[in-house]
Each structure stands twice: as structure tokens, then as C-alpha cells.
């Protein structure tokens, strides 16, 4: 099970191509740090991030 976020979006696919949020082919193994948004709209950090789908999301993408 490879973990992969995107580059575009910070969503984190579990063993994916493409990202099931954005539909990228940006995805790297090299991320750091995840948030897990459970409600994007009731949630300020998702805001702050642009996040409307509920999932895992990294921090930070190398
Ligand atoms: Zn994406």
C-alpha cells in the first residue's frame, strides 16, 4: 500500500494513478505531515487549504 498526495490538491490516494479528487497525475510518495478533514464545510482549516472533499491531506508536498 503506497501512499501518494498530489500535487495539486494535497489529496493523499492510496495506491492510484490519478487523484480521485482533482483528477491529476501529479502524485509523489514525497509528503509530509497529513490532516484528516472529516467535514470540510464545518471545518477551517479545509477553508484555509481549499478542501471540499472529505480525506487525508498532506501538509506538505516535496
Ligand atoms: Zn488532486
Do not use: F, H
Not at 29 to 55: C, F, H, N, R, T
Request: aromatic share 10%; glycine share 8%; net charge positive.
Amino acid at each position: 500500500m503506497t501512499e501518494l498526495a498530489c500535487r495539486k490538491c494535497k489529496y493523499i490516494n492510496m495506491d492510484a494513478t490519478i487523484c480521485r479528487v482533482c483528477g491529476s497525475s501529479e502524485l509523489t510518495k514525497e509528503w509530509y505531515g497529513y490532516i484528516v478533514i472529516v467535514d470540510p464545510e464545518k471545518s477551517q482549516i479545509a477553508q484555509k487549504l481549499g478542501v471540499k472533499y472529505p480525506g487525508k491531506y498532506a501538509l506538505r508536498v516535496g
